[in-house]
């Protein structure tokens, strides 16, 4: 495996696939790359480690549906279950405290591996070179 696909690969298990609506079976770098710029809120081409920390607590808000402030089993939806599952299982990563829900901080504070090693100048930002680097990746 590249380097690139391996850091495409790493990203988007940093990204759980229900951060966009429309990702839940993203595969491409081309789709990886779109996800990534809907994260880009001032679309000057980059994302930042902020836009991307603020992508996740949007895909947070969207999962915890019964506003409890936890993502866990009891916020799984009766239809379309099976793309909550998949972003779900990418969130345990995130439990630092093993209890299986996941906080709001406990995915606040959870590390972004896929976003550090995607950020190949360590600069805290994703260029756009970086996201084209993703793009053809996959």
Not at 25 to 30: F, T
Not at 61 to 71: A, H, I
Not at 105 to 120: H, I, Q, S, V, Y
Request: no cysteine; net charge negative.
């Amino acid at each position: 495996m590249t380097k690139i696909k391996l850091v495409a690969s790493i990203l988007f298990a940093s990204l759980p696939t229900a951060l966009f609506a429309d990702a839940a079976h993203a595969q491409s770098g081309d789709q990886m790359a779109t996800m990534l710029a809907r994260a880009d809120t001032n679309r000057d081409g980059a994302v930042s480690r902020s836009e991307f920390a603020a992508a996740r607590t949007a895909m947070f808000d969207r999962l915890d549906r019964n506003n409890d402030g936890y993502v866990d089993s009891r916020d799984r939806p009766r239809l379309m279950g099976s793309r909550f599952d998949q972003a779900y299982g990418a969130l345990l990563q995130a439990d630092a405290n093993g209890d299986r829900r996941i906080s709001r901080a406990e995915l606040r504070d959870a590390p972004a591996p896929g976003f550090d090693a995607a950020d190949t100048d360590q600069d805290g930002v994703l260029s756009a070179d970086e996201i084209a680097a993703i793009r053809s990746s996959r």
